[in-house]
């Protein structure tokens, strides 16, 4: 019942723009912290970024601070990660999660690819 989907993904420059949306539903979104997950090929999973329930707090991986901004809109059920500088070391395919229903929630991913 619960579901992640996120959308938002594609082929960008290095130095450009995307932002990530994950549409959540079957779980009371605005109870729990989500966070972003990016895996690369060939590479372990890595936390990219997490935001509280509230939005009150977040943290990022050294990696994309500064660059990647999370947020979430509660009254939609959503949470964003606006990316921006871009860099070929940000390929990877980013995925949205949660811990509700006794156990960790993942969505089907989304692929950011950034090349020139």
């Known amino acids: 019942q619960v579901q992640l989907v996120e959308s938002g993904g594609g082929l960008v420059q290095p130095g450009g723009s995307l932002r990530l949306s994950c549409a959540a539903s079957?779980?009371?979104?605005?109870?729990?912290?989500m966070t972003w997950y990016r895996q690369a090929p060939g590479k372990e999973r890595e936390l990219v970024a997490r935001?509280?329930?509230?939005?009150?707090?977040?943290n990022y991986a050294d990696s994309v601070k500064g660059r990647f901004t999370i947020s979430r809109d509660n009254a939609k059920n959503t949470v964003y990660l606006q990316m921006n500088s871009l860099k070929p070391e940000d390929t990877a395919v980013y995925y949205c999660?949660?811990?509700?229903?006794?156990?960790?929630?993942w969505g089907q991913g989304t692929q950011v690819t950034v090349s020139s």
């Open positions: 999660t949660t811990i509700a229903t006794l156990r960790r929630h």
């Open positions: 079957g779980f009371t979104f605005s109870n729990y912290a």
């Open positions: 935001i509280t329930s509230t939005g009150g707090s977040t």
